[in-house]
């Protein structure tokens, strides 16, 4: 209302453009302009002068210990970008499930490019003025997070991995014997009978509830990983159950797109189906009944390994 810019595109082309492999617009770039959000980064702060990928992938470098400083993409990308121009902010959401590109000012120092691998480019522009007021209105149109139990914010113990259960307990007793405030206890791969999701090792975690019920006991709740990579196992009622009802992501011609990860050949449910999200989690459900009271939902990338033959991310050609 006040005749400030919100957002303009860039006169060459019209703002639209297009490379044979995306599709995309490009809005002027003031010098003073700065952009920031679009989820877990390496950058500083302020992302001008970035081009980033948003296309989560599992960027552990085995060489690093983690992941390279400059590592581009990482694990979470998030399509919203906000902007900050003479004291007044705005905010850019672009609603696309495909590859995404950001050109943050890097290749033309007076454009902002917003690029996308398929599908339209349908993107919505928030008003501010205040980075305050952009939030509330983007969070009001995409669905804002409830509030999270009051131990979730606490301190959790976590790491690769314990086992058998005797010694997470021990953690958890060391814990509690120097009096230090701690909330949850987290399970990782190690639990797991032949890193098959859904599953408890017979030999380390032989009484899941009673162990729960231990922890509780001494005041800590349980997080256990669920990994989305469903081993192909005939006879195995999770990988059954799965198969029968649907659930997997396919290809084009129908087959089940088949994986490497964690236990080996796997497939990978298709949480874009309300079926295959009610399976889930009835699957869930059961670890609730066990006293699990939190999941770690890893390499939800979803991440493949390179032994598959395609990188460390699932085919391009497989359908949702």
């Not at 297009?18 to 490009?26: C, K, N, T």
């Not at 120097?178 to 990782?188: F, I, Q, R, V």
């Not at 459900?285 to 066990?290: I, K, R």
């Amino acid at each position: 209302g006040d005749g400030h810019v919100v957002a303009e595109d860039h006169p060459e082309g019209g703002g639209w453009w297009a490379d044979g492999e995306r599709v995309g617009l490009a809005r002027k770039a003031p010098a003073a302009e700065r952009y920031y959000a679009t989820g877990e980064r390496t950058a500083g702060l302020d992302l001008r002068g970035q081009a980033l990928t948003l296309w989560n992938t599992d960027a552990y470098d085995n060489a690093l210990g983690g992941f390279a400083p400059d590592q581009d993409p990482l694990y979470l990308s998030v399509p919203f970008l906000m902007t900050l121009r003479d004291g007044r902010a705005a905010g850019f959401f672009t609603d696309n499930a495909h590859r995404q590109s950001l050109d943050l000012a890097a290749t033309h120092p007076d454009r902002l490019i917003f690029g996308v691998h398929g599908g339209a480019v349908v993107q919505y522009v928030v008003a501010g003025p205040t980075p305050a007021d952009v939030m509330r209105r983007y969070t009001a149109l995409t669905g804002r997070a409830p509030l999270p139990p009051r131990w979730a914010l606490g301190y959790h113990q976590c790491r690769w991995g314990y086992w058998p259960d005797d010694q997470l307990l021990e953690v958890a007793e060391e814990l509690r014997s120097h009096a230090l405030p701690a909330d949850t206890m987290w399970l990782d791969i190690q639990h797991l009978d032949g890193f098959r999701t859904f599953t408890w090792d017979p030999t380390g975690f032989p009484d899941p509830l009673g162990m729960a019920g231990t922890l509780a006991g001494l005041g800590f709740h349980l997080t256990v990983i669920a990994d989305p990579g469903i081993k192909v196992e005939p006879g195995w009622d999770v990988y059954a159950s799965g198969l029968t009802g649907g659930h997997f992501l396919r290809w084009s011609d129908g087959e089940p797109f088949v994986g490497n990860v964690w236990p080996g050949l796997s497939v990978f449910p298709d949480f874009t189906q309300a079926g295959a999200r009610a399976w889930w989690a009835d699957l869930i459900g059961g670890l609730a009944d066990l006293g699990v009271d939190g999941i770690w939902l890893d390499v939800n990338e979803p991440t493949v390994f390179p032994e598959s033959g395609g990188g460390q991310t699932i085919d391009g050609e497989v359908v949702a």
